[in-house]
C-alpha cells in the first residue's frame, strides 16, 4: 500500500526522531570537548573497541544489548538512549500537531532546541555554532512555508530575528551597568534572536514568559531539595529559552488565537 503524502511526512518524522537522537548524542559530548564532530567511528568508553553497525542502531541496539557494551561488559551511559527516546517523542509530537512538511520542519526545530538546551545544562554554553544557524534555518523555514501555508510570512521573522537579540542584550547590558557583573550568558541574546527567526516577533513575549516558568520551577525544585538558594548559582537559561520556544512554536502566542 502507497502512503499518502501526508503520511510520509508523519512518518519521517516518527522514524527519524532516534537517528537524530543518536546524533544529537554524540555532537553534545564532541563539541564542548572541542573534537571534530565527524572525527571518526564512536568507540566504547571503557574497552575502546569500535562501534560497529549492531551497535549504533538507535534504541534497539541499547536494549538488545541490555545496556552493556558487548565486548568488555561496560555499562553504556543512559543518556544515549535517554536522548534517543526524548527526540523519538518530539517526532511524535511533531507528528500529531502538525501536517504535511510542517511536520518534519518541526521535528527538525525541536531537535536542534534539545540539542542546544543539553549543552547548555551540562556546560552552561550557548555555541555560536549552533545559535546562528539555528536563526538562519528558521528564516528559510518561514520563506518556505509562507508558500505552503497561510499564516506563514518572512517578515514577522525577520523582525522577530532582531527584536530578540536586541531585547535581551539591552537586558544585559543594563544588568552588567547596575550591577557591575554578568547575569546573562553572551550566547543568551543569539539564541533569542534565532528563536524569533521560527516564532516571529509575536512570539518571543510567549517564549519569555514559557522560559521564566520553567526556570522558576527548577529553582523552587533545586530549593526543595537543597534548602537553599543563592543568588549568585547559575542557571542555563538557554534551557529554559529553548522549552519556551517549543511551547510557543507548538501552541502559538500567548492571547492570540
Known amino acids: ?25 554524540l555532537v553534545s559530548l564532541r563539541l564542548p ?13 571503557s574497552c575502546q573497541r569500535k562501534l560497529g553497525p549492531l551497535d549504533l542502531v538507535p534504541v534497539l541496539s541499547f536494549l538488545l544489548l541490555r545496556g552493556r ?6 555499562e553504556i551511559p543512559r543518556r544515549y538512549i535517554a ?40 556546560h552552561f554554553w550557548l555555541p555560536d555554532v549552533l545559535t546562528l544557524p539555528l536563526g538562519a534555518a528558521g528564516l528559510i523555514a518561514a520563506a518556505g512555508l509562507s508558500r505552503l501555508y497561510d499564516g506563514f510570512s518572512l517578515v514577522g521573522p525577520l523582525i522577530g530575528a532582531v527584536a530578540g537579540f536586541a531585547v535581551l542584550w539591552l537586558v544585559a547590558r543594563a544588568y552588567r551597568l547596575l550591577r557591575g557583573r554578568e547575569g546573562l550568558g553572551g550566547g543568551d541574546p543569539r539564541l533569542f534572536g534565532a528563536i524569533g527567526a521560527w516564532v516571529g ?10 522560559a521564566g516558568l520553567a526556570g522558576l520551577s527548577v529553582v523552587i525544585a533545586t ?32 492571547g492570540i488565537g
Open 1 to 25: 500500500m502507497v502512503l499518502e503524502s501526508g503520511a510520509v511526512w508523519k512518518l519521517a518524522a516518527m522514524v527519524l526522531g532516534p537517528v537524530a537522537g543518536s546524533f544529537i548524542g
Open 33 to 45: 570537548a572541542g573534537e571534530q564532530i565527524a572525527a571518526g567511528r564512536s568507540a566504547c568508553g
Open 69 to 74: 557494551c558487548r565486548t568488555c561488559g561496560a
Open 83 to 122: 536522548i534517543e527516546l526524548a527526540c523519538l517523542g518530539f517526532g511524535v509530537w511533531a507528528a500529531f500537531a502538525f501536517d504535511g512538511p510542517l511536520c518534519l520542519i518541526s521535528a527538525l526545530f525541536a531537535w536542534w532546541l534539545l540539542l542546544i538546551a543539553i549543552i547548555d545544562v551540562e
Open 201 to 210: 516577533w509575536t512570539g518571543l513575549p510567549s517564549v519569555l514568559v514559557w
Open 223 to 254: 530549593g526543595l531539595v537543597q534548602r537553599k538558594l543563592s543568588a549568585t548559582q547559575r542557571m542555563p537559561f538557554g534551557a529554559f529559552l529553548a522549552a519556551g520556544a517549543w511551547i510557543t512554536w507548538v501552541f502559538g502566542p500567548l
